[in-house]
């Protein structure tokens, strides 16, 4: 199939590439373009729309939402301590030989934290040299895209021989398999299947010493108006216990929900249409706090249900009449954070604080003082290459204001995504920019590498990764009628085939 593949270009799977690519290529951007603060934007109020969006969202529920903010506000004074006590120890840990057995302390911790490292996926030695094959492939294409533009950290780079080869990677679809697990249906015979994970492309990032303009503050991928949004996460009421003043049955890790989402309403640059269980990253450098890393706020359930519900409330003391937000040293005190000081806006506001359509959802002390994000934005443990680390699509995430330490911090961006209908629709799209050397669907569009030295092929592809590796790029069929497999699993295996023009 694989060397077939472009020889077939006026036949059935090529009649579906293009019948999947009816929707337009983004404009052309890089990662800045995905971000209010990288892009030199500002957070504003949001049309009307918005006002009587909230208003509809609590409505009935007014009291209970109320409630509920008090007993959430209660939880974070008591958990937020624990987590700057425990810093980074708070991120649990695991071998990858382990994960088959994985201890039940990790499996609880990664459930409440939403965040974990898998070590040893890739031998060290084998990830030190794909990135010094990732230079010599920058190297010999100096047209290639990145953010910032003087001094290239993060490149609009998606298939180079080693992003290929890693996500093809048996040990990573293993690792992305059991992180995978820890989800749930409550509809047991939902088309989704967690054991047959997809290839998303994304970029890569190499961060130099001393380097602060790849400055990225706290923030949530997967939409960020969408997450209140009727026609984004609504579709699924993926939050609507958090509406009904129910935060507590809010559940991060139900799958089924999920599916009917649409987490890009507005064509962002770099916003993810697909659905990415898991953000992550493959390490290949050894990198530590200060050293250009990533932090993460471990309080999934609790900081997902306060960013949510934030836009509903107002501070009554500490701030000017219809103000937001304060100063930093008034937003720190006990009587600004207090619960009496902050009441429900009586008449909905046009306010969702850090949410700008078409950018991801962005995260500040000010904007979000209950959170303390000054002190709970947690780094991730000292890694080495070939570590891979994961976090919950719903986590609060952002890296190092300033790379403080003397050697790269190197990542390859590799995200775990179940199979899905939808997720298929996004690899047959997916799979057409591969052919033709143009940037993944969800980001930035252009020429991309489509003239670049050493770009990879579909007719490399079959040396290059197993069956297994070829199937979550959408180049070979999958197999419905393995044994073994539940009904959902038949049923969505059945559906990518057809969304991936294998069969009608």
């Not at 009587?52 to 974070?76: M, T």
């Not at 393995?482 to 009904?487: I, K, Q, V």
Request: net charge negative.
């Amino acid at each position: 199939m694989l060397s077939a593949l472009r020889s077939t270009a006026s036949t059935r799977v090529a009649g579906q590439l293009r019948s999947a690519s009816t929707k337009a290529q983004k404009r052309a951007g890089d990662i800045s373009d995905a971000f209010v603060s990288l892009s030199g934007q500002k957070f504003t109020p949001l049309g009307p729309e918005y006002a009587d969006l909230k208003g509809r969202l609590i409505r009935g529920h007014e009291a209970e939402v109320r409630e509920s903010w008090e007993r959430l506000l209660r939880d974070l004074r008591e958990e937020i301590p624990l987590i700057i006590q425990l810093g980074s120890k708070a991120i649990p840990d695991i071998d990858f030989k382990d994960i088959d057995s994985s201890p039940a302390r990790f499996n609880s911790e990664l459930k409440k934290r939403g965040v974990a490292v898998v070590r040893g996926v890739v031998p060290e030695q084998e990830a030190l040299q794909w990135k010094e094959d990732l230079r010599e492939y920058i190297r010999l294409n100096p047209q290639t895209k990145a953010f910032p533009s003087e001094t290239p950290q993060v490149f609009e780079l998606y298939w180079s021989r080693i992003q290929l080869l890693a996500r093809g990677h048996p040990n990573l679809l293993k690792t992305h398999r059991f992180l995978m697990s820890f989800w749930h249906s409550a509809n047991t015979a939902a088309p989704i299947s967690t054991q047959h994970p997809i290839s998303y492309a994304d970029r890569l990032r190499m961060r130099l010493p001393g380097d602060s303009k790849f400055a990225l503050g706290p923030h949530v991928d997967g939409g960020s108006v969408e997450r209140w949004d009727e026609k984004g996460y609504g579709l699924g009421k993926v939050y609507d216990d958090v509406w009904k003043g129910q935060w507590e049955k809010f559940d991060p890790w139900e799958a089924s929900c999920r599916l009917p989402v649409n987490s890009d309403l507005h064509q962002g640059v770099g916003a993810c249409s697909a659905f990415r269980m898991f953000q992550g990253w493959l390490s290949l450098s050894p990198t530590g706090a200060f050293q250009g890393t990533l932090l993460v706020n471990p309080l999934l359930a609790k900081a997902t249900a306060y960013y949510l519900l934030r836009p509903f409330f107002s501070p009554k003391r500490g701030v000017d009449a219809g103000a937001q937000t304060a100063t930093e040293a008034i937003s720190n005190s006990a009587d600004f954070l207090a619960s009496d000081n902050w009441e429900m806006d009586a008449t909905p506001s046009p306010w969702v604080q850090g949410a700008t359509p078409g950018h991801g959802q962005e995260l500040s002390h000010l904007l979000h003082p209950h959170l303390n994000l000054q002190q709970s934005m947690i780094h991730m443990p000292t890694v080495n290459p070939g570590d891979y680390v994961a976090w919950h699509c719903d986590t609060i995430h952002s890296v190092d204001k300033t790379h403080a330490g003397k050697s790269d911090s190197s990542v390859l961006y590799i995200p775990a995504c179940p199979l899905t209908e939808d997720n298929a629709k996004y690899l047959a799209r997916q799979r057409e920019t591969f052919i033709n050397g143009t940037p993944s669907p969800d980001f930035g569009g252009g020429v991309g590498e489509s003239e670049h030295v050493g770009r990879i092929r579909v007719e490399d592809m079959e040396k290059l990764v197993s069956d297994e590796g070829s199937r979550a790029m959408g180049l070979k069929e999958w197999d419905s009628d393995a044994e073994g497999l539940t009904p959902g699993e038949r049923e969505v295996l059945d559906r990518a085939n057809k969304a991936l023009g294998f069969y009608d």
